[in-house]
């Protein structure tokens, strides 16, 4: 019996040693696998650079455009508003401003979004 397992364990360590010499590549030279994964680093490399590169140079001059395009929109949006007539003597046509019940926060007429610039809400004008 312990003769047995003495054979098996022997065979088991001859079997392991003869799986590493069959898997080894050190003396296979440079495969397909190692030149793909080679060529893969390579072609990574070039993309991060890349990109890298776009990054420093593109992106921020054209978020800076954007922001001066944002600015001059937001400066002529506020222009126009300049020259209608103030809230109050505006027309407040039915469908604004619908109330069924009065809210929960402040006096209860104003949304959470109210503006006091641009919304305004009569209530002596209510149908």
Known sequence: MIAQRQ???FAAQLR???QRRLASTEHAGEN????ERRHV????KGTTELWRKIS???VPP?????SLNAYNLWNEHWEHWSHMPPLEERVEYPYQNIRTRNYQWGDGDKTIFWNDKVNY??????A
């Open 7 to 9: 054979v098996m364990r």
């Open 16 to 18: 392991t040693q003869a």
């Open 32 to 35: 397909a696998f190692v030149r």
């Open 41 to 44: 680093k390579e072609h990574a």
């Open 56 to 58: 420093l140079y593109t």
């Open 62 to 66: 054209a978020l800076i455009l954007a």
């Open 121 to 126: 809400h009569n209530k002596d004008k209510d």
